[in-house]
C-alpha cells in the first residue's frame, strides 16, 4: 500500500516542472529577446552617431556631398533602409537651425543621419521608437575655401 500511495503521489506532481518551466520561460524569453533586439538598435543607434560626427567634421573642412555620404555610409551598421544624410550651414547665432545660409568661416555645419534599424521582427515585442534612428551633429566651419564652391554645397 505504501509503495501504491509513492506512486500516486508521483503521478500527481509530474507534470508540475513542465507547468513552471511554461510560465519562467515565456517570461524569460520574452526579456532574452528584448535585450537582444534592443541591443541591436543601441549598436545601430551608437554608428550612426559616429557617422553623423564623422560627416560633420569633413562637412566643416569642405568635403563633397558625394564623399561625405559615402564615407558615412560605411560607418553605419544595421541599417534596413538606406540612410538620409543632410548637411546643412547655419549662423553661429542660429541654435534653433531654423535658417540655412551659405557656408563661410565661422558658421556651423549640421549634419542630420536618418534611416530604420534592422527588426527582428520578435511578434511579442514592440520595437522601440519603431526602429526610427536619427542623429545629428555639429561642428564649426574654419578653413572655408572659395575656391572650390561645390565642397561646401548643402545637400
Partial sequence: MHTQK???????ESGAAVLEFAFIAVVFFTLVFGMVQYSLY???????????????????????????????????KLAATTPVITRKYYADTDTSFST?????????????????????????????????????AVSRVENYSISTPTNWAAC
Wanted: positive net charge; proline residues 4%.
Fill in 6 to 12: 509513492t506512486r500516486l503521489k508521483r503521478r500527481d
Fill in 42 to 76: 543601441f549598436w545601430s543607434t551608437q554608428s550612426s552617431a559616429n557617422a553623423a560626427r564623422e560627416a560633420a567634421r569633413r562637412g566643416a573642412v569642405g568635403q563633397t556631398c558625394a564623399d561625405m555620404t559615402t564615407t558615412s555610409r560605411n560607418l553605419i
Fill in 100 to 136: 540655412p545660409v551659405t557656408a563661410a568661416n565661422g558658421k556651423n555645419v549640421r549634419v542630420v543621419v536618418t534611416y530604420n534599424s534592422v527588426d527582428l521582427k520578435f511578434p511579442f515585442l514592440p520595437f522601440f521608437r519603431g526602429g526610427a534612428v536619427r542623429e545629428t
